[in-house]
């Protein structure tokens, strides 16, 4: 009767590997165990005596492992070899590690492989063909030399690596090899493996693929393509990898998740995952059902897991992994709304707009004095507090603050040229916001102030400056944040329609149809004002084509001049 035979390539948590090791035997399968040179010998004789009961394990010569070397393809090596030669009845043998856990009964897979007698199980492609490859090195791996190690010898592994970047160095492929790499968890058929062992050519492959780096992937893959009639490109064994190339590991809380796969063998699991081990070793019952193992069933949770530890949830951050500049993702985690010039042409802008829109809505959050919290607060949610020296240590960190712990609840306030404008990139940046702009409103509280005109020139000029360079970060190409921009000329021809189309995308608590305006302030003289302040030699353009005469609103329903909407 033909079985399969499998190898265990073991290294650590050895009384895992041992009740895993009688699992398969206990299902008649033979089992070769490699127990990596480094572990002490001690622990390895012990190890080995716990097994010597059991006529089906056997144990080959021992090399020493590590990760991107050759030791790994010797260690498989010796214990297929073992394998053949003991174990006439093999027909296909499975390539495993003492992390390796088996999810479905044993005799499903003995049945599987029987059913396809001719057929290899191993992840074969060419490297262009390959998009998990992370490193950098793809093809080079065939073409330069790798003699040191990668883990334990970093800064000599880089530089050989340059020095023969730089000579040009290129390695000879043995003739008739073409290279292709996969998972290193394969199973193959005893004619393909003793063929790759046995060929009179193993030498030179040998000698070759010492210095290619992580030839485990690399050397199986590439040769079973001389030899087999009929490859399945896929491993039985359920294998994830994060970003950076890690294999995931699994744990108790992954029970249901490994299940769900259908898959013979997964890897990696943790030693301690009690219930998992308990579950599949000895829960024959609880065992998945016969089907075809279908790993990409759950590809899409861990599709979402990386993008998760890669770009986290929108407006939560942690301080291994905080966003970057101009980062894809959102900055905040909710919609918000950022109103300049409004509450310097309104009055009591911030009363009248919570009334009418049923959010809550803040004084200049970013004020030099403090932050001006809705109804007066001195702290809210979150623990946050109005002190501008707090608020200024991280502005990005009190903005994403703010909008997080008022989940639920539309959060504004107000923004001009004299607050801090340390955050006004992040505004600009992050798809979240709306911001509504009346450019040149600043200068409203200046024409109704008492100071000596020389120092309202003069301040008009920096508030300018400031709310310019505010604009063109607006206007940038890479500005993600839904923004109008309104002169303050244009908007006070008639300011209903464009506080209605406003308040519309504020969300449904707002009215249908705005029966009410805040009371905008007295302009009698603005105009004047402005042209005093070209008079001295100071240019205010910003606030439009504003009238010197100018008396007020003209109407209250005339459509103004369509806003510069830079982004959706």
């Known amino acids: ?74 260690a498989s090596q010796s214990a297929s070899a073992l394998m053949l030669r003991e174990f006439s009845e093999v027909r296909h043998v499975y390539l495993s590690s003492g992390s390796c856990l088996p999810l479905r009964p044993v005799q499903e ?28 090195l ?35 492929i043995p003739a008739g090899l073409v290279p292709h790499m996969g998972s290193q968890w394969w199973c193959l058929t005893r004619q393909t493996l003793s063929a790759i062992l046995e060929d009179p050519e193993r030498p030179t492959y040998d000698r070759y693929f010492r210095k290619v780096w992580i030839p485990d992937e690399s050397y199986y893959q590439t040769l079973a393509r001389q030899y087999s009639t009929n ?23 992954h029970l249901q998740l490994l299940r769900r796969s259908d898959c013979f063998v997964a890897r990696k699991i943790w030693s301690r995952a009690d219930r998992l081990y308990q579950a599949f070793l000895t829960d024959s019952d609880g065992a998945m059902k016969k089907t075809e193992p279908n790993p990409g069933k759950i590809d899409r949770i861990f599709a979402k897991a990386v993008e998760r530890r890669t770009r986290g949830r929108p407006g939560l951050y942690m301080q291994s992994r905080f966003p970057w500049h101009w980062a894809s993702n959102s900055v905040t985690s909710n919609p918000y709304s950022v109103f300049q010039g409004f509450s310097e042409l309104f009055e009591d802008f911030e009363l009248w707009l919570a009334r009418v829109s049923g959010a809550r809505v803040h004084g200049h959050l970013f004020a ?66 709306q911001i509504s702009v009346i450019s040149g409103a600043w200068a409203v509280p200046l024409f109704r102030s008492n100071q000596n005109f020389t120092e309202l ?38 300011p209903m329609e464009p506080l209605q189309t406003i308040l519309d995308e504020l969300g449904p608590l707002t009215p249908r149809h ?18 005093n302040l070209k008079n001295q030699g100071m240019h205010p353009y910003l606030m439009g084509d504003f009238p010197v005469e100018h008396q007020g609103p003209v109407s209250m329903s005339k459509p103004p001049r369509k806003p510069y909407l830079v982004r959706k």
Not at 15 to 30: I, L, N
Not at 119 to 131: K, L, M, N, Q, R
Request: glycine content about 6%; charged content about 25%.
């Open 1 to 74: 009767m033909s079985t399969v035979g499998i190898l265990m390539l073991v290294h650590n948590a050895l009384e895992r590997a041992e009740d895993v090791a009688r699992h398969w035997t206990a299902s008649g399968c033979p089992v070769v165990v490699h127990v990596d040179r480094n572990v002490d010998g001690a622990t390895f004789r012990k190890f080995r005596q716990s097994l010597a009961s059991d006529p089906l394990i056997r144990f080959c010569k021992r090399h020493r492992c590590e990760w991107g070397t050759w030791g790994i393809v010797a």
């Open 109 to 136: 897979l003995v049945d599987y492989l029987a059913e396809r007698p001719r057929t290899d199980f191993i992840e074969s492609a060419t490297t262009a063909d390959v998009p998990w490859t992370v490193g950098g």
């Open 138 to 172: 793809d093809f080079e791996r065939f073409t330069l030399r790798f003699p040191f190690s990668w883990k334990k010898h970093r800064r000599l592994f880089d530089r050989y690596v340059d020095l023969q970047r730089r000579l040009g160095v290129k390695r000879q």
């Open 231 to 253: 490859i399945e490109s896929r491993s039985l064994t359920l294998s994830k990898f994060d970003f950076q190339g890690k294999p995931h590991i699994f744990y108790d809380d």
């Open 368 to 433: 030099p004095e403090r932050a001006e919290l809705a109804d007066g607060s001195h702290m809210i949610n979150g623990g946050l507090t109005d002190s501008a020296r707090m608020r200024d240590y991280n502005c990005d960190s009190f903005l994403t603050n703010l909008i997080w712990n008022t989940r639920g609840e539309r959060q504004c306030f107000q923004y001009g040229p004299r607050d801090s404008q340390d955050i006004r990139y992040t505004l600009a940046r992050d798809p979240n916001a």
């Open 457 to 494: 020139r003069r301040e008009a000029a920096r508030l300018q400056q400031v709310e310019a360079s505010q604009l063109n970060a607006l206007r940038a190409q890479e500005t993600k944040a839904r923004v109008r921009i309104w002169t303050m000329a244009e908007f006070i021809e008639a």
């Open 514 to 531: 705005l029966s009410e305006a805040p009371t905008m302030v007295n302009l009698t003289g603005f105009g004047q004002f402005l042209q």
